[in-house]
């Protein structure tokens, strides 16, 4: 499961792997490590089909069956928790993204792993992700997971998180569920490394 990752790339590249959207900034802080609960940059679509850029927090409210632990990763597919904003093209999102980690080691000497874009590729990429209005103004996020590549693989052998080309968000942003649920594919092992 994904608990780390980072998003330090600059308005300007987001705008050139993305596309415009709004709510623009000047710029944004590097984001050089996001934890769970923690804010985060999230590209969805605004009234009218236009991306919005919005700082969400990284987690949904969980179920009471998780005593309301907040769910960070998207596994099960077809969980009924889930379903209602799968089958919801507004509540999708592309979660911006940089780097991201997985543990190696025994417990009590885990040390990080990052994973990201082949050298050849610039690092920017995206997570596909869900979102939800919050109570308090503050919108949440979550992210999905598939079945591990053999890069990830090779350090967490349960799951990864879904990264999406730049061609396949309009598709996981618009189309309906099934087609954008079929995204949920490990990514290419050639086009990804584990980091220096």
């Known amino acids: 499961m994904c608990n780390l990752y980072s998003m330090t790339a600059s308005v300007d590249e987001m705008k050139k792997l993305f596309g415009p959207f709004e709510g623009e900034r000047d710029n944004l802080p590097p984001f050089s490590e996001i934890y769970p609960g ?14 919005k850029l919005d700082i969400m927090e990284w987690g949904f409210p ?13 596994r099960n597919l077809a ?9 919801r093209p507004d509540r999708r999102c592309v979660v911006p993204v940089t780097r991201f980690c997985e543990w190696e080691g025994e417990k009590g000497s885990k040390r990080k792993v990052w ?14 992700g869900l979102w939800r209005p919050g109570e308090g103004g503050v919108p949440y996020m979550a992210f999905l997971t598939c079945e591990p590549n053999a890069v990830v693989g090779a350090v967490h052998p349960k799951a990864m998180p879904v990264m999406l080309r730049t061609s396949d968000v ?6 309906e569920a099934a ?3 079929a995204l949920a594919v ?3 092992d050639a086009d990804m490394r584990r980091l220096p």
């Open 38 to 51: 923690k804010p985060a940059p999230v590209l969805r679509r605004a009234e009218g089909g236009a991306l």
């Open 62 to 74: 969980g179920p009471a069956a998780a005593r309301g632990r907040p769910v960070t990763n998207i």
């Open 79 to 87: 969980s009924p928790f889930w379903r209602s904003a799968l089958n």
């Open 115 to 128: 994973f990201g874009l082949h050298e050849e590729h610039d690092p920017l990429f995206a997570f596909a």
């Open 170 to 175: 309009p598709t996981w942003l618009d189309s």
């Open 179 to 181: 087609t954008a649920c």
């Open 186 to 188: 490990p990514y290419t």
